[in-house]
């Protein structure tokens, strides 16, 4: 609230309303105090031009008197100043510096002493004046004179009451037409900020603001309309270069569709069709095995015997393949699973069609997360058999599945103690029939891994891996929060 009462806060119009009232106020201050001084100023000289004119004629008037030493006529003489209201004190001295007739009229102090240089001129509330009195070039007294300066006093407090009470006049005028002149200013910066921040709020580029005249403000509004003009231009290309994009996108990504579901149909297809005569191979091979073993040298049984694997071999790529292209294109349905006894159930199927290795596998309690479980149980399947058949020359097998949930994701990681795997090989772990052991070491198609990168990627998340040689290896699969929700 505070800051809002800051210079940098406040509005344009006040402060160029409040620059002009100052600057109008310093110059009726100064002119009022000038007219104050000079008024002051010509006001005493023209009172002591008066005393001294007063003083001139009496002196005239005393000078016979003080050389006849005529007491009585000097009275008479100072008397007349009486009329005079400021006159505070009348003395007349003769030439030996004796006063010889006084006129005070408040019976203060008496008559200086002319031999200690009494102070002429304004002093305090006073104005002393002393003259000679000469009569034919010889001085025959002094005449000293003291007013009473309250005349002066009171004309320049009422001179000052009426010229700051006209400045005040004149600075209520200002007031007014710098309020309505500061609009002459301050209007077109308005309606030029206020259309800057419509722009920018409602990116509204066809506004304009109105052109004031020829001055700077003018060729600034009219600066303003040609750059708004020019980003308005460009953001209309900007926008029909991007409906144009996304028409090609659409058009890309239509033809992309249907090439991806012509090309899975015609794998499906393919697969499928293979199966046929693939099962007829193994049936016949197991037909003569049977019926015409005995019939067969060593060699044509060991041929036999690698037909029967390669037919073996072939509907194991037959049907990674099918189930490759059946997590591609099939529809999803999601919901939230409790993938804690998913894998549970798988690990159960594994110990029983497996060897008999020792084993020892730990699944997190409560791991749950959103997604197909169809496909997320071909996936995890993929994982945990690999695990399973990796370790599978162990002197025991160990196999640990946890979870770590953070605010934007979770991910379950798939730990094992098997043979692991060279890291500067891991970006061919997810590419279908790459394989990093020899089949004569892992049987496999080389299609799990690529089966779980597809089924992971369907739910926006990811999976990689760590693993050394020797040391087992740790699948992480990453699901982003926004699926779980």
């Known amino acids: 609230m505070m800051e809002r009462l800051r210079w940098q806060y406040w509005p344009l119009k006040t402060k160029l309303l409040l620059l002009t009232l100052s600057i109008s106020t310093l110059g009726i201050l100064l002119v009022c105090t000038s007219l104050v001084v000079v008024e002051n100023e010509n006001y005493q000289e023209q009172l002591e031009s008066e005393l001294h004119v007063i003083t001139d004629i009496l002196t005239e008037q005393s000078a016979a008197a003080l050389l006849f030493e005529d007491d009585q006529q000097l009275n008479t003489i100072i008397s007349s100043l009486r009329q005079i209201g400021t006159i505070e004190q009348v003395c007349v001295f003769n030439v030996s510096g004796e006063v010889v007739s006084e006129l005070n009229s408040s019976g203060g102090a008496g008559c200086p002493d002319l031999g200690g240089a009494p102070q002429v001129g304004f002093v305090g509330d006073f104005y002393r004046l002393l003259e000679p009195v000469t009569l034919d070039g010889d001085t025959v007294g002094h005449f000293y004179l003291m007013s009473r300066l309250e005349v002066l006093r009171e004309h320049i407090r009422a001179f000052i009451v009426v010229t700051f009470s006209i400045g005040i006049v004149i600075q209520m005028a200002l007031a007014w037409v710098a309020l309505r002149l500061q609009r002459l200013v301050s209007e077109p910066i308005f309606e030029l900020s206020n259309a800057a921040q419509r722009i920018a709020r409602e990116h509204d580029y066809s506004i304009r603001v109105p052109v004031y005249g020829?001055?700077?403000?003018?060729?600034?509004?009219?600066?303003?309309?040609?750059?708004?003009?020019?980003?308005?231009?460009?953001?209309?290309?900007?926008?029909?270069?991007?409906?144009?994009?996304?028409?090609?996108?659409?058009?890309?990504?239509?033809?992309?569709?249907?090439?991806?579901?012509?090309?899975?149909?015609?794998?499906?297809?393919?697969?499928?069709?293979?199966?046929?005569?693939?099962?007829?191979?193994?049936?016949?091979?197991?037909?003569l095995e049977e019926d015409c073993g005995d019939q067969l040298n060593e060699t044509g049984r060991d041929y036999l015997s690698r037909i029967r694997t390669a037919t073996v071999r072939m509907g194991g790529l037959i049907d990674g393949l099918l189930v490759l292209s059946r997590v591609s294109r099939q529809a999803m349905e999601i919901k939230q699973l409790d993938l804690s006894v998913m894998l549970e159930e798988i690990v159960d199927e594994l110990r029983e069609t497996t060897d008999s290795l020792p084993t020892h596998v730990q699944i997190q309690r409560g791991i749950r997360v959103v997604g197909d479980e169809r496909m997320l149980r071909v996936a995890f399947q993929n994982l945990l058999e690999n695990a399973w058949k990796y370790t599978s020359k162990n002197d025991q097998r160990r196999i640990d599945v946890t979870a770590c949930e953070?605010?934007?994701?979770?991910t379950v990681a798939i730990q094992d103690n098997g043979v692991g795997f060279d890291m500067k090989y891991v970006e061919k772990l997810f590419v279908a029939f790459n394989r990093l052991h020899t089949p004569s070491q892992f049987i496999g198609t080389g299609l799990g891994l690529a089966t779980v990168d597809r089924v992971v990627r369907r739910h926006f998340g990811e999976v990689y891996a760590d693993s050394s040689v020797d040391r087992g290896a740790c699948f992480y699969v990453k699901f982003p929060s926004s699926m779980q929700k």
């Open 406 to 410: 953070a605010p934007d994701s979770i």
């Open 214 to 287: 020829k001055d700077e403000l003018g060729h600034l509004g009219i600066a303003f309309n040609e750059m708004i003009g020019t980003i308005q231009q460009q953001n209309l290309r900007i926008l029909e270069s991007r409906d144009e994009l996304e028409r090609t996108v659409a058009d890309r990504t239509s033809e992309l569709s249907l090439a991806n579901r012509e090309l899975e149909a015609f794998s499906f297809s393919v697969s499928h069709d293979l199966r046929q005569p693939l099962r007829a191979i193994e049936g016949f091979g197991q037909a």
